[in-house]
T-cell receptor, first 109, second 112 residues
Framework: KNEVEQSPQNLTAQEGEFITINCSYSVGISALHWLQQHPGGGIVSLFMLSSGKKKHGRLIATINIQEKHSSLHITASHPRDSAVYICAVEGGGADGLTFGKGTHLIIQP | DTGVSQDPRHKITKRGQNVTFRCDPISEHNRLYWYRQTLGQGPEFLTYFQNEAQLEKSRLLSDRFSAERPKGSFSTLEIQRTEQGDSAMYLC??????????FGPGTRLLVL
C-alpha cells in the first residue's frame, strides 16, 4: 500500500509570500494529483502529473519520480488561496487514488 | 451545469437505517469512483466502475456497503444498517480513461 505524506500539515503565511507544500510517497506511481478543497466545499483538481513540471497561473507543481517526491508552489499568495491542499497518487497496485491528509493553508491579508 | 452532481447533499439518519446516495458523472466519462472522507482526514478510496463493471470493491468498508452503476451512467452507493462510524462525507468522482478526475460536491452523512 502506498503511503502518502504531506508537509507541513498547517501553514499560515502573509499575502504575497511564496508557498511550498511537499508530498512524498512510498511506492512507484503512474500519476500524482494536487487537489484543492475549500471548507465545506468539494474538491477541485489542480494538477495531474507523471513527470517534470506543470504551471497554471500562480501555481506550479513539480515531481521527482526517482525521489518519490512532489512539490506544489504558490507564487504571490493571496487570501483566496486559503484552502486545504491534498496530494494524491494513483498506480503502484491500487485502482483509486491514495490521498495524503492535506495541508491546511491560511493566507493572511 | 455539466459537472459531477451528487444527491442528496446532506443526509441525517438514525442508526440502523439504510441510506442510498446517487452520483451523476460527466456524461462522456467512463470511469466513476466513490471515496469517503472523515473530518480532518484525506479521502479514502472505496470502489470504482469502468462503464457498468465494478472493477474494485475490496476496499468497501464492510459488507454493509454496496455500489451499482447499472447502465454505465449514474451510480448509487448504499449503506445498510448504518452505524455512527459511517458519518462522513461521501465523494464521487468521474474521469475519461486516465485523465483528470472531476469530483462532485459530496454527500454529508450524519448517523444519530
Amino acid at each position: 500500500k502506498n503511503e502518502v505524506e504531506q508537509s507541513p500539515q498547517n501553514l499560515t503565511a502573509q499575502e504575497g509570500e511564496f508557498i511550498t507544500i511537499n508530498c512524498s510517497y512510498s511506492v512507484g506511481i503512474s500519476a500524482l494529483h494536487w487537489l484543492q478543497q475549500h471548507p465545506g466545499g468539494g474538491i477541485v483538481s489542480l494538477f495531474m502529473l507523471s513527470s517534470g513540471k506543470k504551471k497554471h497561473g500562480r501555481l506550479i507543481a513539480t515531481i521527482n519520480i526517482q525521489e518519490k517526491h512532489s512539490s506544489l508552489h504558490i507564487t504571490a499568495s493571496h487570501p483566496r488561496d486559503s484552502a486545504v491542499y491534498i496530494c494524491a497518487v494513483e498506480g503502484g497496485g491500487a485502482d483509486g487514488l491514495t490521498f495524503g491528509k492535506g495541508t491546511h493553508l491560511i493566507i493572511q491579508p | 451545469d455539466t459537472g459531477v452532481s451528487q444527491d442528496p447533499r446532506h443526509k441525517i439518519t438514525k442508526r440502523g437505517q439504510n441510506v442510498t446516495f446517487r452520483c451523476d458523472p460527466i456524461s462522456e466519462h467512463n470511469r466513476l469512483y466513490w471515496y469517503r472522507q472523515t473530518l480532518g482526514q484525506g479521502p479514502e478510496f472505496l470502489t470504482y466502475f469502468q462503464n457498468e463493471a465494478q472493477l474494485e470493491k475490496s476496499r468497501l468498508l464492510s459488507d454493509r456497503f454496496s455500489a451499482e452503476r447499472p447502465k454505465g451512467s449514474f451510480s448509487t452507493l448504499e449503506i445498510q444498517r448504518t452505524e455512527q462510524g459511517d458519518s462522513a462525507m461521501y465523494l464521487c468522482a468521474s474521469r475519461f480513461q486516465f485523465e483528470t478526475q472531476y469530483f462532485g460536491p459530496g454527500t454529508r452523512l450524519l448517523v444519530l
